[in-house]
């Protein structure tokens, strides 16, 4: 069964708090004992009240003379260090009180815009809402906007690290339409230059006006000039365009 909170307040009826003040101060003589034993610390009790002519100490009369004078020994401001009274007390208790009042109008402002913005989803006009309340629903609704997005994230990340997607392969360049012309091109030159070198050793069959045709820098017979176009099939000799070169097919 469970202890049922106590009031701190004072007790009106004088049977009552009798009982309660010889349970509390039992419990207390019980309390500074262990917190002496446990903690290996130097504690004193000293309890006045009205229905005993002297005081009650512990642990004993010599032990509570010996704390005392090694507190007062303390200089004034180790002694005042924690020490409250019943005002300061009571303000230290308005002080929380106040901060708990805080946080639980905070909370009931959140459940009230709570209610509206799932209200609005379901169709319900925002309609007798001021400034601070659109104000604040909106703060709302970018809080849970952005829990949303921050759970989405962690999500994708922790099934990235489970599943992790394999890289494909690279794939081979593919050359364009005009690196395909170009090579080619290119093929076709290498080709006729290897034609050319394999027929140098054949000198008596060259007809002469190939022998002309490849010193172009010499002046034919006729006072013109041969020009050799690399890429085609024709070539200029003088003054006309003859076709069907036998060195370039």
Known sequence: MTRKKVSL??????????ATFKKRKKGLMK?????STLCDIQACVIIYSQYESHPEVWPSP???????SQFRSLPEMDQS?????QETFLRQRIVKASEQLKKLRKENREKEMSRVMFQSLTGKPLQGLTMIDLNDLGWLIDQNLKELVDKIKTRKEELAQRNPVPVPPTPAAVPAAGDHALNLN???TMERQAFGLSNMGNTMQRPSWFTDMMNPNE???F???????????QYHHGHGLWSNN???P
């Open 9 to 18: 307040t004072y007790i009106t009826n004088d049977s009552a708090r009798k």
């Open 31 to 35: 309390k500074a004992n262990e917190l």
């Open 62 to 68: 010599l032990g509570v003379q010996r704390i005392v």
């Open 81 to 85: 260090k924690k020490m409250v009274n």
């Open 186 to 188: 290119m093929h076709a």
């Open 219 to 221: 002046q034919m017979g």
């Open 223 to 233: 006072g013109a000039v041969a020009e050799v176009l690399p890429f085609g099939d």
């Open 246 to 248: 036998p060195f370039f």
